[in-house]
């Protein structure tokens, strides 16, 4: 038995072939977006979808997507001049999961004998529940 491409294997089912042209064509709008803003706009935005014309990028944050949004027709024509037939634009802020993942932790509360003193006689004072159960955390994670 001949072991069979992806190619065929994707294209040897209608759902699977129409999947493969669809993601296709996306790798087709990204690298023209990238060609269309700058570098440092390209990293920080990425086309998420194509439907009947509209092509859908999500942007890290709310600044990225306002000048996204200010360009859309100059990145419109980059669609039109790659053979692609984009009619609008729709910009979404969307965050990646890799920028969440490169926040830095936040540090370690850093207190004072007398802080520390101070916060353990006022915990005392208070009765159960979070707000004590919080004062309680902080004591044990500051140093």
Known sequence: ??????????????????????????????????????????????????????????????AVAAKLRQISPSICEVFGSGGEQVTEIQVKVQPSDAASHNKPRPKAAVLDDASRDSIRRLSTTLPEGLLREALGRLLDNSK
Do not use: W
């Open 1 to 62: 038995m001949q072991a069979r491409t992806l190619n065929s294997c994707l294209n040897a089912d209608e759902t699977m072939a129409r999947l493969a042209a669809h993601a296709g064509r996306l790798l087709k709008l990204q690298r023209l977006f990238q060609t269309a803003v700058p570098t440092a706009l390209a990293q920080t935005c990425r086309v998420a979808n194509y439907r009947l014309g509209v092509v859908f990028i999500h942007a890290e944050n709310g």
